[in-house]
Each structure stands twice: as C-alpha cells, then as structure tokens.
C-alpha cells in the first residue's frame, strides 16, 4: 500500500514564525503536492515538484517555499507565518505518467497561527 | 482551462436512501482523467475511481456506482443504501493536459451526512 505521511496531525504557531511541514512518500513517486483545504474552497494547490530539486508554482504560492532535496520527501515552508495561513495542509504524490494519475494523499495537517 | 463543478454543496439523507453526487466538468482535451475521492472525519483524502475520457462505460462497485456522459460532460457518484459511515466530504476531480502537465483540478467538494 501506498503511503504518505505528514509530520504533525495538528500544528500551533506564531504569527511571524517559520513553519515546516514535512511530506514523506514510500512509493517512489515522482510527483508530490501540496494543497490546502478551506471550507467552501474546496483543494488549492500550493505547489508541486516532479523531481528532486523541481519545482513548479501552483495556483496559490504566495506566502509560501518548497523544498525538495530527496525524492521520498517534500517539505512546504511558510517563511513567516500569518493568520491567513490558518488552514488544513495536505501532501501528496503519483507517478509521473504522461496521463496523470491517481493521487495519494498524507492525513493533513491542521495549522493554526495565532 | 479545466473546471470541475461540485453543484451540491451538502446533502443530507437517512439511513438506506441512495442517494447522487453530481459532477460537471469543462475541458478542451480529448484526453483527460475522471477521479471520485472520499474525505471522512479524519481528514485523509482515499482515492475511489479513476476514469479515463475513452471509457464511457459505468462502473459499479459494491454499493458505489458512477455514471459517466462526455455528452452531458458529467461524471455522477451514486451511493445505493447509503449509511452512516458513508459520510464525508466528496470530490470530483480532472486531470487533462492542459498548461503542459496532467495536475488535477477539483471540485469544491460535496459534503454528505447519512443519519441513522
């Protein structure tokens, strides 16, 4: 089975902090993803990377960095924390076929800045 | 651009209804992919169909069916009998090829609450 895991279920922090938030896949996948997930607004993507080192801006990465030095993890970064960052984060990954494919996703991340 | 439409925001149904989830969706592709996700309260988005634009067939599994029409541009989710572990949040989901690469757009998600 495929598995995606996220380092916290539920994160709080400062207004003005720097955030991790880390993604591993046991798949080898080389897509991962990050959304995040507001009542009424269904899934947003931050950004995605399809290889080591790649990565592409999503629909919404204002606010926000990526970082990802191996293939098994993707790492969202909020380089300074603010309320409107408050969210559900979710990660995830598929293979990298030239139809797309199914998605994976980690339990999320709830994480409030306060 | 690709849109998905998830009209229906909640819908709430007892114990034994069915009950159907729309999805409409708009893309210039000939090629593209159809997903059905299911959110329960943990949180964890699980993968249940994927479909691809040449595949007009319906598929029923177990108590789970889908109705795909290119010539409607939908891909309904029908839950037969419904219970309560049912409930959840649904999204539609459509990858096709347009901006170079096959990312998914979703729908803002149906939520679904099945009272015993």
């Known amino acids: 089975d495929v598995k995606v895991t996220q380092s916290s279920r539920y994160l709080v922090k400062r207004t003005g902090e720097k955030v991790f938030l880390e993604c591993v896949q046991d798949?080898?996948?080389?897509?991962m993803f990050w959304y995040r997930q507001d009542p009424g607004l269904g899934l947003r993507l931050i950004y995605f990377?399809?290889?080591?080192?790649?990565?592409e801006k999503g629909d919404i990465p204002e606010g926000y960095s990526v970082s990802r030095e191996k293939k098994e993890r993707f790492s969202l970064i909020l380089e300074s924390a603010s309320t409107n960052q408050t969210s559900m984060y979710l990660c995830?990954?598929?293979?990298?076929?030239?139809?797309?494919?199914?998605?994976?996703f980690g339990p999320g991340t709830r994480l409030t800045v306060l | 651009a690709q849109k998905v439409t998830q009209a229906q925001t909640e819908i709430s149904v007892v114990e034994k209804e069915d009950v159907t989830l729309d999805c409409v969706y708009e893309?210039?592709?000939?090629?593209?992919?159809l997903f059905w996700y299911k959110q329960p309260p943990s949180g964890e988005l699980v993968f249940l169909i994927r479909?691809?634009?040449?595949?007009?067939q319906n598929e029923i599994s177990g108590r789970y069916s889908w109705n795909f029409q290119k010539s409607t541009s939908s891909f309904n989710f029908t839950i037969t009998a419904s219970q309560v572990v049912d409930s959840a949040v649904y999204f539609c989901?459509?990858?096709?090829?347009?901006?170079?690469?096959?990312?998914?757009?979703f729908g803002r998600g149906t939520s679904l609450i099945v009272h015993p």
């Open positions: 995830a990954s598929s293979w990298l076929l030239p139809e797309g494919d199914t998605q994976y």
């Open positions: 798949m080898d996948h080389e897509n």
């Open positions: 990377s399809y290889d080591v080192k790649m990565k």
């Open positions: 893309t210039r592709d000939t090629t593209y992919y």
């Open positions: 479909r691809n634009s040449f595949d007009e």
């Open positions: 989901a459509l990858s096709d090829i347009s901006g170079g690469s096959y990312i998914p757009t």
